[in-house]
C-alpha cells in the first residue's frame, strides 16, 4: 500500500472515533505502521486543533483548513466538520485535488449535495462515505448472501434506528436540533444509516411516503436555561419506501425511542429465506432458510443465528471476534477508503451513494410536508 | 352467575378452539359445572354439525342456525361463521333477542357493521368481540399500567403481526385470500388483532395514511390444480396511524413474514415510560421505567421483563402461570361474556368497538387507493 | 380405543392440573367424548372430595379411595396424593388389578419403590409416571435427532430447574419442607424432572457426586408463626452425573433461584451437533449442527431454533402451535397412558423407570451425606 | 500520570490484543501520547521479535528479554509468554526491581507461584493479573451492587465458560493440549477466568469437589499427521466451590461446548436480588430486585437488563458505549495496572491474587484425583 497522508477537519465525538481507528488500523490489516500517516487536524479553534493534535499524535494543527489542502503530504481529508459546512470543505479539497473520506449525511439538501458531487467528480479526486455500519461483518455476509440468492424474491424489508436521546424536555437546543447547523433531525441522524443499510443490501429508491414528527417543539437554549427555541427538525420519521425493483419497506428512525442505546435492525423477508440483523448482537446473522431438506433429519427449518466475523480477509483481529465495536467498524471503513487511495480502485460507497440518500431523505420530507408519494425523482435528476 | 345457554354458529378451526375454551372456563374461574352450556352448533352441511356436537358433547345439530335463534334455553350465540356471512346472523340473533359473540372482523366493511350495531343496539342484546390478544394477562396489565400513568406521554406506538402462511406461492386460493368471502387480506386478519391493541391501550383513532400490497397475485384454485385465480386481498398493509389525541404510530400486518410463526409485538414509547410486548413470550411484559431513582443502587434503569400473570382474580389456573397458550386468552374472553350476560353488565369489547376497528380498515384500504391521509371519520360517521 | 374408567386419588394442584388436562383430550387427539370417563374421586376428606367431583364432572366421591378400588368401572387410578402415600395406594391398587398413573417422585425411598414395582409388575397392571415433561414435542424432537445420530458422541449435557419458591424465609414450613411427608427437597420436587429428561434422551445412571443444601435451616409453623420448625430436606442439590455409557454432566436443582419462575435448561453437546431447551420457550428447541455444509451459501452454522409442535401426529391442536402451556404437556402424557390401556400396549415411562430416578435420588443424597461418588448399584439392584 | 516504559515479554495472539490495548489506552482515558510507552519487545526468536516490534511500533526487539530488564528506560514488564516460562521471567524480572504484569494463569502449580509471590513481594514491585473480564464496566457495576448490599445474603452462584474450541478431534496437539507447557486444561485457560470472577464479586475460597475430564484423549502430533500423542490436561471441568462464608456455587469450563463462541455466564442469587452477566452481551447487566415495592404501579418486579457502561469516570469512551470489544477490557485491566505504577499504588488483582485462583484449580485436580472434596488449605498455605 502507497503511504497515504490524512488531514482530519472537524474533531468533535466522532472525529475521535475516527482517530482511534487510524491508530488500528495497522493491526487489524498487519499493514506497516508508516502506510499511512494523520498528518494534521483542522478545527473551529486553534486551542481545541492543539488539544486534537496531541491526542491524535500529529503535529499538525491549525484552525484554518485550507493549510492542510495546501500542504504536498496530504494525499486526503477526513471531514469530520459539521454537516453545514461539508460543501465548502469538499469543494475546496477537490479544487485541492484531495481525496475525501466524508461523515453523513453527504449534505444539508440535493441541490448541495449535487454540487458537490460534480466537484469532485470533475476533480477525479476519490470519495467515500462514513456510512460505517455497513462494513460490520455481519452486514457485509448478508449482502453476500442476498447476492448469492439466499433470499431469492425479496418480499419487503424493515429497517429501524432507535435512540432515547431527546426524550428528556429539558435537554438543550443542540446543532442537531437546529436546521440550519444539521439539515434535519432523526432521518438526517439515524435514518440516513438505515437507508444506506437499505441501499446497500437491496438496491436503489425509486419512491417514498413519509410522516416526520417533531414531538417535543421547544426547548431551552441551553442546559438550565429558562429561555427557550424553537426545534425545528423532526424527532421521529416513518418511511414507506418502495425500491427500483418495486419492493415495499418500512423504514423508522426516532430520537424518541424510550429505554432504546443503539436500537437499529434491519429485517429482509424473500420467498427463499429471511435475514435479521441487529446492533444489539452486531457479530451475528439471523437466517431462515425456507428451502433447508426435510432429510437426514425431519427438518431443522428455524431461524439460525450465524457467526458472521473471521470469514473474510482481514477480519482475524480480536475485536471481530469477541463483540466487535463501534470504533471496529469504523476502521473497516476507513480502511477501505486508504486502499482504494493506495490501490487506485474505486472508492465505495461515494459521494455519489451518498447522495443517493440524500435524495430519498429529501423526497420524504418532501412527502410529509404533502401528505403523498414522492418519487426519489421529483427531488433528484441523476 | 346466571346459567347461560350458549349456540356456536360455524365450527371451523377456530370454532374448536371456543368450544375447547368453554370446557376450561369452569376451571380457571372456579364456577359450577352447570354454570354455563353450549346448548347446540350449527355448521353449512348436516354431518359437519353433527361431528361438531359430538366433539363439543352438545346434543342439538343443525344446518339451519334459526332453528337454534328459535330455543329458549339458547340465551347467546357464538359467531364463528365466515365473515360474509356475519350480517346476516347477527341481524338474525338480534331480532331473535339473542346476546352475540362475533369473530373478528366484524364485518365485511363498515357498511354492514353499522347495520349490525344499529340492529343490536336496538334489540338491546349484549355483544362481544373476540378480541383475543387483549385478554392476555401481560395486555391487560399493559392497559393498568398506562391508566396509571406509567408511560407518561406517548411519543408513538408501533404494532405489528407477522406470520408466514402464504409465502408459498403454491399455495391454493383459499377462502382467506377472496374478497367476497373475506372482506379483506393480512389487513382484516391479522392487522385487525393490533389495531384492537392500540384502540384497547391507547384509545381511538383519527386518521391513517397505508400501503396495502398483494405479492403474489395468482394462486392455483386448488392445492397441485394448473388452473389460477386472483388474489384479490392484501398480503402485507403498512399503516401510518394517527390517533385522535395526535400519537402517531406505525402498525403492520404481513402473511409474507418469512419465518414467523405468530410474531405480534406492541411497542410503546412514553416521555416516562416504556412497554413492549411479544406473544413469543405472552406471559412476560417489558416495562422501562424513565423515573427509575438513582438512590440507593446508583440506578438501575434498564428494560425489565415483568411476570404478567397471577396478579388479577381468575388468573391462578395453571396455564397463565406456566406458558399461557391461545386457548387460554379464548377463555378469558368469553368468560368475559358469559359473565356480562349473566350479571347483565356491559360486554367489552362490543360490536361498536369492532366497527371502530372496521372503519381504520376500510380508511386504510382507501388511503393505499388514493396514496393518501385519510381520516376514519371520512368512511365512519359515529 | 376401548373407554378407560379412571378413578383419581388426591386431588390437590396438580389433580385439578390432570383432570383440566382430561377434559381436554378428546379435543387434542380427536376422541370421541366417551372413549374414557372421569368416574371419581377420592381425597382425605369428604367435604373436599365432593368439591373435586363437582369441579370435575364425575358422580363419584369418597373420602375412602379403596370404595374406588372395588369398582368395576373403574380402570385405572390417577395417584395425586401425596408423596408418603404412594405405597399404600399403589400396592392397593396393584392388588385390585388396577392400571396406575402416578405422579412423581415414584416414592419415599428405593425400598418403598422396589416394593411398589414388584407389586405391579406380579399384578401385570400397567403403570405410567407423570414425568410430563418429556411429553412437550420439543422434547420428543431432541429424542428423535439424539437417535437419528444428530449430536453424535456426546461429549456432556447440563440440566437444570430453578425456581424462587422458597427465597422468602418467612414463608412457612410447609409439607414440601418435611422430609416425612415428602421424602425429599428440591432435588424430588425438581431434580426428579430434570432426571427424567436426561433419562429419557441419554439413556440410563451409573453413578453421581452431589452436594444438597438446605439454605434455609429454620421457617415458621404457620404463615405469621412465631413459632419455628426445622428444614430437614434440600433447597439445593448440585449433581455431577455420570451415565450408564460413561458421559459426564450436570444437573441442577434450585428452590433458591432468586427471580427465576420455572427455568427448567437441558443442554447437550456432541461431536456432530448440539441441542438447548429451555422450558421458557417450550415450542421451540435449538440445535447447532457441526455437519452444516459450507455450500452453496459459504457457511451458515450456527444455532438455530427450530419449531417443535406440529410436526407429529396428535399435535395439530391450537395449544401444540401458539405456546403450549403445562396442562398440554400433561394432556399428552395422560393420553398415551390411556391409550397404552385401551391397546393393551406399554406405558412409558413406567414406575420401573421412576424408581431408576428414585435411585439416583437416593445415591446423590448418600453422596452428599458422604462426600464422594456413590454408584446408583450401591443403592440399587435390579 | 508519570511516564512508564514497558516491555512486553513474549508476543502470541495475547500479545498483540495487550499492544493493540496500549494504543488506545491514551484515547480512552484522555492521557497525553508520552504517558506510557512500550519500549522494546522480547521474543524467542529475533526474527519475530522485529516483526512484533514493528507492529508495535518501538524500536527495541531481542529475542533474550534479560536485554529488555537490563534496561532503565524499562519501568515493567508485560510477560505474555507461556505459562511454563512465567515463573523464570518473573523471577527476574523481580530481581530487576521491574513492575510485573501477567498473563493467567499465574503459574503451572502452587509451588511455583508461591516462588512467584515471595520474589516479587520481597522486590517490593507491583504486579497485576490480566484476568481482563473482571474489568468490563458490567462487572465492575455487579461488585458495586453486592458491595452496596444489593444481593443480600448469597444463597449460591454460578459461573461457566465453554467454547468450542476442540470438538474437532482432528485438531493437533497443541501447546494448550501438553501439560508441561500449558499445566493445565480447560480449567487453567477457560476457568481460571471464572474463579476470578467468583472471586473479585463474591470473596475467597475455602474448599472444592470436582471432576475433571480428557474426552479426546489422543490427537495428531501436527496438522494432517497420521502420528498420534497424548492429550493430558481437561477438556471439561465442573466443580462444585465452596467459599470462605460458606456459600456453595457451581463452575465450569469446557473447551467442548459445541456451538459456544465465547458462552461466559455468571448467575448470583441471593435472598434480596440476582444478578446475571453473559459475556455475549458485554454492556449489560441483568438484575433482580426481590425488595422492588409494590407501589406506585402494583409491582413491576422483573429481571431488568440495566446498561453497564458510561456510568463510571473514564468510560466515556465509544467502544465501552457500543458493543466494547475484547480489546477494550485488556485496555482497562492494563490502564489500572500503569495508573497504579505511575501514581505508586496497590495494583490489583496481585500476583497474590493469581495465586489464590491457582490454587483453587490445583485443589479441584486434586479433588478430581481423589474423589473428594479438598481444601484449599490442603494445598496452599498463606
Not at 438526517?188 to 417543539?217: R, W
Request: proline share 4%; hydrophobic share 40%.
Amino acid at each position: 500500500m502507497k503511504k497515504v497522508g490524512i488531514a482530519m477537519i472537524g474533531y468533535g465525538g466522532i472525529g475521535r472515533v475516527h482517530a482511534m481507528a487510524y491508530r488500528d488500523i495497522p493491526f487489524h490489516y498487519g499493514l506497516p505502521a508508516d502506510s499511512f500517516q494523520v498528518v494534521g487536524v483542522a478545527t473551529s479553534r486553534p486551542e481545541t486543533a492543539r488539544a486534537a493534535a496531541q491526542e491524535i499524535g500529529c503535529e499538525v494543527w491549525t484552525a484554518d483548513y485550507r493549510e492542510l489542502l495546501a500542504r504536498p503530504d496530504v494525499h486526503a481529508i477526513d471531514c469530520c466538520a459539521p454537516n453545514y459546512r461539508h460543501e465548502e470543505i469538499v469543494l475546496a479539497a477537490a479544487a485541492a485535488g484531495k481525496h475525501i473520506y466524508c461523515e453523513k449525511p453527504l449534505a444539508m439538501s440535493v441541490a448541495e449535495g449535487q454540487r458537490m458531487v460534480e466537484a469532485v467528480e470533475k476533480a477525479g479526486v476519490k470519495t467515500q462515505m462514513t456510512f460505517n455500519f455497513r462494513f460490520f461483518p455481519a452486514i457485509s455476509r448478508a449482502r453476500q448472501l442476498i447476492e448469492a440468492g439466499f433470499v431469492g424474491r425479496v418480499f419487503s424489508f424493515r429497517g429501524r434506528y432507535h435512540r432515547a436521546s431527546y426524550i428528556d424536555p429539558n435537554k438543550p437546543l443542540s446543532w442537531r436540533l437546529r436546521k440550519e447547523v444539521s439539515g434535519g433531525g432523526a432521518l438526517f441522524d439515524l435514518g440516513a444509516h438505515v437507508l444506506d443499510l437499505i441501499y446497500f443490501l437491496l438496491g436503489d429508491f425509486s419512491s417514498v411516503q413519509a410522516t416526520l414528527e417533531t414531538l417535543i417543539k421547544e426547548r431551552p437554549l441551553a442546559a438550565g436555561s429558562g429561555e427557550k427555541g424553537t426545534v425545528d427538525v423532526d424527532d421521529l420519521a416513518l418511511l414507506h419506501v418502495r425500491l427500483a425493483d418495486g419492493t415495499l419497506g418500512l423504514v423508522e428512525a426516532s430520537r424518541m425511542g424510550t429505554g432504546a442505546t443503539n436500537d437499529l435492525q434491519i429485517e429482509i423477508f424473500g420467498d427463499r429465506g429471511a435475514i435479521r440483523f441487529s446492533l444489539a448482537d452486531p457479530s451475528f446473522l439471523e437466517v431462515y432458510d425456507v428451502r433447508e431438506p426435510d432429510q437426514p433429519f425431519g427438518g431443522l427449518r428455524g431461524f439460525r443465528k450465524i457467526e458472521a466475523a473471521q470469514r473474510y480477509a482481514g477480519q482475524k483481529s480480536p475485536d471481530w471476534t469477541m463483540a466487535p465495536g463501534f470504533v471496529r467498524c469504523h476502521a473497516e471503513c476507513q480502511y477501505q477508503f486508504l486502499k482504494a487511495v493506495a490501490d487506485d480502485t474505486p472508492a465505495v460507497p461515494s459521494m455519489a451513494d451518498g447522495l443517493k440518500i440524500q435524495a430519498v431523505m429529501e423526497a420524504a420530507a418532501c412527502s410529509s410536508d404533502e401528505g403523498r408519494w414522492v418519487d426519489v425523482a421529483e427531488v433528484y435528476h441523476e
